[in-house]
């Protein structure tokens, strides 16, 4: 099986340009391709998850990834799928969350010997002359056909600023120059990115003739891997200081039985033929696929000890095996204790599994909170220093989130 023919089997095309040219570049390791993150916070998320599994998968075949960190794009704001205008973000917060991509990044992509590159586009954006770019960019877009973009369409109601508006150019642009300095011949993005990305294929079409024309070319990635990336809560990030790796773990092993072998093809690295015996799973098999899928990433992400500590602790809480010092824990100290107790409530927030006070008391009064596996739907309860000192104290809030306590003097 060829580089692209098992890029479409695990689901990960939606559309290309040119698929001869890009099966040429990817099958024979002549793509030199580029795939933008806008640091719009200080950890990447899993909607990033695919893009990221990707350029891995290519580096690997003989491909070159560029990392584009968009430092200069991230002051304007991308509008797709936004109902509202992006906040405003200091240049001093923009670089800081660009630092944090380029450690998590280093993970997935081998950037030693020029394998790969990372670059910010606020290296050409933030020196450009507002005249030069209405002459010498802006002259190759129609408005009227910027319009019927769909990140603009949808926009058009509620209001889109002229700020915005020149997102797409500033996108485009950046494939131009990525073109011109590093040999970049292709760039990837979501279907959200589409329109975006034709722009700068036509930009240097323009501006440098068909013949560059013809070696740049657009890569669709499947819209699934960015929905994964969302849950009620928000995103699940990358950072362990934003989402621990139990809880990232335990955010694959609760994926739906429909999502679970989609999943596996989209994102691990395990051969199809293993994954296309899990076809016909059914029941706890599926269990065992959704642990396999969670081991996988949770050790593509953080390693392989965070990986069976996280797997270790989620059999230790569902199935009474593994190592329950592997679980989320909070230290609880004498400090934390009035007249030498610490009500429920108190301890959902300090364990940080409601948000205030509020939330843990609608949650106490729901039956939707246990301690050591017995209902609590007293929001008056409380627990003293010997309670939180028994050797296994475990706090759960709904199905799925949970926290063992820790006391020490």
Partial sequence: MTVYDELTARGLIAQVTDESEIKDMVNNGKAVFYIGFDPTADSLHIGHFMALCLMKRLQM???????????????????????????????????????????????????????????????????????????????HFSVNRMLTAECYKQRMEKGLSFLEFNYMIMQSYDFYVLYQKYGCNMQFGGDDQWSNMLGGTELIRRKLGKDAYAMTINLLLNSEGKKMGKTQSGAVWLDPEKTSPFDFYQYWRNVSDADVLKCLRMLTFLPLEQIDEMDSWEGSQLNRAKEILAYELTNLVHGEEEAKKAENGARALFSGTGDTNNMPSTEITPDDLTDGCMDLISLLVKTQLVTSRSEGRRAIEQGGVSVNNEKITDIKAAYTAEDLSADEFIIKRGKKKFNRILFTN
């Fill in 61 to 139: 075949a003989g491909n070159k990834p560029i990392a584009l960190i968009g430092g200069g794009t991230a002051m304007i704001g991308d509008p797709s799928g936004r109902t509202d205008m992006r906040q405003m973000m200091t240049a001093e917060t923009i670089q800081h969350n660009c630092d944090c991509f380029k450690k998590q990044m280093s993970r997935f992509i081998d950037f030693s010997n020029d394998k790969a590159l990372m670059v910010n586009n606020a290296d050409w954006l933030l020196g450009l002359n507002y005249i030069d770019v209405l002459r010498e960019v802006g002259a």
